[in-house]
């Protein structure tokens, strides 16, 4: 992964680290895979919680996350994403 | 922006030809902007989609009761109370497009300004209808505050331009310019039919930027 990415790509690397894994990871493996600090990585895994991209699920001692639907559809549409935000200056 | 008063009467009809192709073109923007938010919930495709939208409505609105008058014209000879009507609808369509174009610019700024508080984008909201609503020369004072929007928006872009050392948003660099100019064009040059013509094309020209790149974006 590029060590400058904006937003919209860590979301795009965070959903594609799940969906590999059969769509289900903990967050160890998040933070192992997608290059964040863990700050940063609880903050993106709460916005993506919020805009529900992804669903939590707790267990005794841990968590795990799994991709939901609309993330799922924002990985298949990414590139169409971010051509339109780059033409229109919103990224 | 086709108005009774500017307007040389060759050029009415394309004035609302050009009124209904921009309304057309910032409709298709600000839809697909919606879609992209529905996609990826980023708060600026909402924002650029809410602006465009203000832009098409401004135009939409223009063009029907534009249209209402150029055929009120065509179908007979008016009397004095039927050409006050006329009058009316036609400050009532500068109006609605000067308040609604100034909103889309304010929501444009706001984008921009990337702050998440609804208080200040309708205080933004409120001054500038405040101002446009108190100030003697409506028209004018409307392009001057359009104009200076229009700078920060360009100033914007160029910035942007220059962090994602990106070329993909020079199209709405150059889009942007030739619409500031446009309006400061139309600040100066008000009273002359001509001008008013050539600042019409600057605008077309504008949204043919736009839409250009648009399809780009539909293409790749």
């Given at each position: 992964?590029?060590?400058?990415?904006?937003?919209?790509?860590?979301?795009?690397?965070?959903?594609?680290?799940?969906?590999?894994?059969?769509?289900?990871?903990?967050?160890?493996?998040?933070?192992?895979?997608?290059?964040?600090?863990?700050?940063?990585?609880?903050?993106?895994?709460?916005?993506?919680?919020?805009?529900?991209?992804?669903?939590?699920?707790?267990?005794?001692?841990?968590?795990?996350?799994?991709?939901?639907?609309?993330?799922?559809?924002?990985?298949?549409?990414?590139?169409?994403?971010?051509?339109?935000?780059?033409?229109?200056?919103?990224? | 922006?086709?108005?009774?008063?500017?307007?040389?009467?060759?050029?009415?009809?394309?004035?609302?030809?050009?009124?209904?192709?921009?309304?057309?073109?910032?409709?298709?923007?600000?839809?697909?902007?919606?879609?992209?938010?529905?996609?990826?919930?980023?708060?600026?495709?909402?924002?650029?989609?809410?602006?465009?939208?203000?832009?098409?409505?401004?135009?939409?609105?223009?063009?029907?009761?534009?249209?209402?008058?150029?055929?009120?014209?065509?179908?007979?000879?008016?009397?004095?109370?039927?050409?006050?009507?006329?009058?009316?609808?036609?400050?009532?369509?500068?109006?609605?497009?000067?308040?609604?174009?100034?909103?889309?610019?304010?929501?444009?700024?706001?984008?921009?300004?990337?702050?998440?508080?609804?208080?200040?984008?309708?205080?933004?909201?409120?001054?500038?209808?405040?101002?446009?609503?108190?100030?003697?020369?409506?028209?004018?004072?409307?392009?001057?505050?359009?104009?200076?929007?229009?700078?920060?928006?360009?100033?914007?872009?160029?910035?942007?331009?220059?962090?994602?050392?990106?070329?993909?948003?020079?199209?709405?660099?150059?889009?942007?310019?030739?619409?500031?100019?446009?309006?400061?064009?139309?600040?100066?040059?008000?009273?002359?039919?001509?001008?008013?013509?050539?600042?019409?094309?600057?605008?077309?020209?504008?949204?043919?930027?736009?839409?250009?790149?648009?399809?780009?974006v539909l293409k790749k």
């Amino acid at each position: 992964m590029n060590k400058k990415r904006d937003r919209l790509q860590v979301i795009h690397d965070i959903l594609q680290v799940i969906k590999e894994k059969n769509g289900r990871i903990k967050p160890t493996h998040i933070l192992y895979k997608s290059n964040l600090s863990y700050q940063m990585m609880d903050e993106y895994l709460k916005e993506l919680i919020e805009k529900e991209f992804i669903a939590e699920e707790k267990a005794e001692n841990s968590k795990t996350y799994s991709i939901t639907q609309k993330g799922q559809e924002y990985l298949n549409q990414y590139k169409l994403i971010v051509n339109f935000t780059s033409s229109f200056g919103l990224d | 922006m086709a108005t009774l008063s500017f307007v040389p009467e060759w050029f009415f009809v394309y004035g609302l030809v050009f009124g209904l192709a921009f309304a057309i073109i910032t409709l298709a923007v600000s839809l697909y902007s919606f879609k992209i938010y529905r996609l990826s919930n980023q708060k600026q495709s909402k924002l650029f989609g809410t602006a465009f939208l203000l832009f098409s409505i401004s135009y939409f609105i223009q063009f029907f009761l534009n249209l209402a008058i150029f055929s009120e014209l065509n179908e007979r000879i008016l009397n004095l109370i039927e050409f006050q009507n006329l009058i009316t609808l036609n400050t009532l369509s500068i109006f609605a497009h000067m308040i609604l174009f100034t909103f889309g610019l304010v929501t444009l700024i706001y984008m921009i300004l990337n702050v998440k508080n609804k208080w200040i984008y309708s205080g933004m909201m409120l001054i500038s209808v405040l101002f446009l609503l108190i100030s003697a020369n409506k028209i004018n004072f409307f392009f001057i505050l359009s104009s200076l929007l229009l700078i920060i928006i360009l100033i914007y872009y160029f910035q942007h331009s220059i962090k994602h050392k990106s070329s993909r948003s020079v199209l709405m660099i150059v889009a942007f310019f030739l619409l500031m100019i446009g309006h400061i064009h139309f600040i100066f040059l008000i009273n002359h039919e001509i001008e008013y013509v050539l600042g019409s094309f600057l605008e077309l020209a504008a949204y043919i930027l736009i839409l250009v790149n648009f399809l780009r974006v539909l293409k790749k």
